[in-house]
């Protein structure tokens, strides 16, 4: 083997020692993601509880500060992340959307035909925590 064989196959040996060691680091500094949807479908769901069983306007006032906070809190969180998996945008934004739809469709009707029922607001929170939830499996899975 030559000399500039011996160099290339260095090289080659080195690029690929890289590339799989960019791939751990990408792995394992993406499993943020995994917490940060968990967190948001646990929110989603206290908020709805929250809001559903408290009542206007306290549930609304409490709902919404504990919401806008966590969502701050889970802003920064995501800001400081240094990697992200390709596509997790993508995703994410298509199970926040699901949420968005869910969370409407279930405060619109349970604050309009049932106010304070439990059997309304706990199952609703958990159909609109699903997104999130399923989010964070499909994450985890990656």
């Known amino acids: 083997m030559s000399e500039r064989d011996t160099h290339d196959a260095m090289d080659a ?27 948001y479908g646990a929110a989603i769901a206290i908020t709805v509880t929250v809001v559903g069983l408290l009542g206007h ?9 504990f919401w806008l906070v966590t969502l ?6 995501a ?24 969370y409407i469709g279930t405060l619109f009707t349970g604050t309009s035909y049932f106010e ?9 929170a958990v159909v609109v925590a699903l997104p999130a939830f399923i989010g964070a499996y499909v994450a985890a899975r990656r």
Do not use: K, N
């Open 79 to 102: 800001l400081r992340q240094p990697v992200i998996r390709r596509g997790f945008g993508q995703r994410h934004s298509l199970a926040l959307g699901a949420s968005t739809m869910l």
């Open 13 to 39: 040996a080195a690029a690929l020692a890289r590339a799989q060691d960019l791939d751990s680091a990408v792995r394992g500094g993406s499993r943020w993601a995994v917490r940060y949807q968990l967190v």
């Open 116 to 124: 304070g029922d439990p059997a309304w607001w706990l199952p609703g």
């Open 72 to 77: 701050a809190a889970l802003i920064v969180y």
């Open 57 to 65: 306007p306290v549930g609304t006032v409490v709902g919404t500060v």
